[in-house]
């Protein structure tokens, strides 16, 4: 036994595959979109705070609303782009608290609606089962 290693270790390291570039590389993205997800949750609550706090003046909770609605359109313009992109045309996101509905002009399936979801859940940070999608 080498450095404490048992044979059945080593020999399941010797299977794998060695760690690629464009692995580690897709890690390091990973890592990026962890921490922008968790700041942006992170601003979102404190910005809620300030919304609900008595506290603070008319103006600065109108300017913490104002933000929060700025960031929400974000979210919903770049669930949109990644829609496009995938090739499911023209659509429109709506990010409430804990859902997104979509409203898309194509005709799903199955297969379709479940890509529509998880784009939109990972997206706008919601979970998969509260993404609604409406076909217009």
Not at 46 to 54: G, H, N, P, R, T
Not at 78 to 100: I, M, P
Not at 107 to 115: F, I, P, R, T
Request: net charge negative.
């Amino acid at each position: 036994q080498a450095g404490g290693e048992s044979e059945a270790a080593e020999e399941e390291k010797a299977g794998e595959a060695p760690l690629t570039t464009e692995d580690a590389a897709a890690a390091v993205f990973a890592a990026y979109r962890m921490d922008r997800e968790q700041s942006r949750s992170e601003e979102l609550a404190l910005l809620q705070d300030v919304i609900e706090d008595k506290a603070s003046s008319e103006d600065i909770r109108r300017e913490a609303e104002q933000r929060r609605l700025d960031i929400a359109a974000a979210i919903e313009a770049n669930a949109e782009s990644l829609l496009d992109a995938k090739g499911f045309g023209e659509t429109v996101v709506l990010r409430g608290t804990d859902q997104a509905t979509v409203v898309c002009a194509i005709e799903l399936d199955a297969v379709k609606a479940a890509q529509i979801a998880e784009i939109v859940s990972t997206a706008c940070e919601v979970d998969f089962k509260n993404v609604v999608i409406v076909n217009r």
